[in-house]
């Protein structure tokens, strides 16, 4: 393997006659070069974005779910035993309906009954306070917590005051039913970056939320926080296991497995559209090796005549395509983790926070996706070079010969 790699690294360094083909191989590794760096780049905005989503959506919500078709009555006690469970690292009780808010228009909204000071250990409520009550301690009595966009929406600031709006009948709101109505005064506005969330879903008091509902002292879910975010299936299992019968368990996956569908079929999407580019830089390989094939002609007959086999000859080609595809994604993975990295770290790109919920795209390059690319990339490399490579080892020495 020392005389083709000898051989092949010696044609790559073309004389100043054959000036072209190294023009042409150095075009073959940018070539290479910018499709590694594009999909690196391009998977890193798909898991930047993945993160992102991520971390806002667990910062709405609980890693695990724990409901009862007939709600739980006894839902403190159960919190404290679902909290003994291994992996759990607190448990809260909700009170939750959908409900109508009334404040000069009318909106559907989600009321979440909480506990103030469980809640703060399940959640992220009190680091998304933008403004107002930071702590939740002034959420007491008929008070309540509503999102940015809804008090945008509504024009609401701190100490307005709105209108819960519930229906105590199977017939919903609709005309005829019969309502319970409760005026809440806000205290804090939270924003999580998610439009559902900002735009669809309040916070009020567990009491409160009892009340509007009309089923007495009954929390609807226990929502749980664990300390391994892969292992909150299994430790949804685990705390089924303790609590016994009549219960459910839903963990932060399967709740948001329509939003990670959709983010899984975009970044297969973009991997596909942009590994293109590196197709098209295999094809500047073939054709600067069958160009290599054409002009070392003479070369490869003299090989030949001297004893040269023609797995060496075919070898020698490969060589030269593994080469030009090994520098190409070399130099493809530095650009891209280092576009990545300074575009992350210095916020390049912004977006309007209005229209985005965010006001820089993010970047996050990761390790696994870096070497499946840097193989795939390799892999259509080598695949490059296999009909040239075959169409040198074809040459025979004499008629190579015959018209030098």
């Known amino acids: 393997m020392k005389f083709e790699f000898l051989i092949a690294t010696r044609y790559l360094r073309a004389k100043r006659k ?5 023009l042409i191989t150095f075009i073959a590794i940018l070539g290479v070069g910018a499709g590694v760096a594009a999909l690196v780049v391009a998977m890193a905005v798909s898991e930047g974005q993945r993160q992102d989503i991520e ?16 709600g739980i009555t006894d839902y403190e006690e159960l919190a404290k035993q679902i909290e003994q469970v291994e992996g759990v690292v607190a448990a809260a009780p909700h009170a939750e309906g959908n409900m109508a808010i009334r404040s000069g228009g009318l909106k559907f909204v989600n009321v979440k009954g909480i506990i103030p000071e469980m809640e703060k250990r399940v959640s992220q409520l009190s680091q998304n306070i933008v403004s ?18 809804l008090a945008e929406d509504l024009r609401l600031g701190l100490g307005d005051e709105v209108t819960i709006v519930s229906s105590t009948t199977s017939g919903g709101l609709a005309p005829g039913s019969q309502f319970n109505r ?41 929502e749980v926080k664990v ?3 892969d292992r909150s299936a299994e430790v949804g299992t685990a705390i089924l296991d303790k609590i016994g019968q009549g219960y459910d368990s839903e963990d932060w996956r399967v709740t948001n497995s329509s939003i990670f569908a959709a983010l899984n079929l975009e970044q297969l999407g973009m991997a596909i559209a942009i590994s293109l580019i590196v197709f098209v830089a295999a094809l500047n390989i073939v054709a600067t090796l069958t160009m290599m094939v054409l002009e070392k002609t003479r070369d490869i007959a003299a090989l030949m005549a001297m004893g040269a086999k023609l797995s060496q000859i075919r070898r020698i080609f490969m060589l030269q395509g593994m080469i030009i595809g090994v520098v190409g994604t070399a130099i493809g993975l530095l650009f891209g983790h280092a576009i990545s990295y300074f575009s992350d770290k210095y ?17 996050r390059a990761i390790l696994s996706d870096s070497i499946l690319i840097a193989i795939s990339a390799i892999l259509i490399s080598f695949l490059a070079t296999l009909y040239p490579s075959a169409a040198a080892a074809r040459l025979q020495p004499v008629e190579a010969l015959r018209y030098e």
């Not at 971390?55 to 007939?70: D, E, M, Y």
């Not at 107002?132 to 940015?148: F, Y």
């Not at 559902?196 to 002292?217: C, E, Q, R």
């Open 18 to 22: 054959q000036a072209v083909i190294s």
């Open 227 to 229: 300390r391994d975010l």
């Open 132 to 149: 107002g009550d930071k702590q939740l301690t002034d959420l007491t009595g008929n008070t309540i917590v509503i999102g940015k966009g």
């Open 347 to 363: 916020q390049l790109i912004k977006l309007d926070s209005a229209v985005y919920s965010i006001d820089h795209l993010p970047f």
């Open 55 to 70: 971390g806002r959506l667990l910062g709405a919500q609980a890693h695990v779910t724990i409901t009862a078709s007939k």
């Open 182 to 222: 409760i005026a809440f005064t806000v205290v804090a506005i939270y924003s999580i970056g998610l439009y559902d969330y900002d735009m669809h879903l309040v916070y009020v008091p567990f009491k409160a939320a009892t009340i509007l509902n009309g089923s007495g002292d009954v929390a609807t879910n226990i």
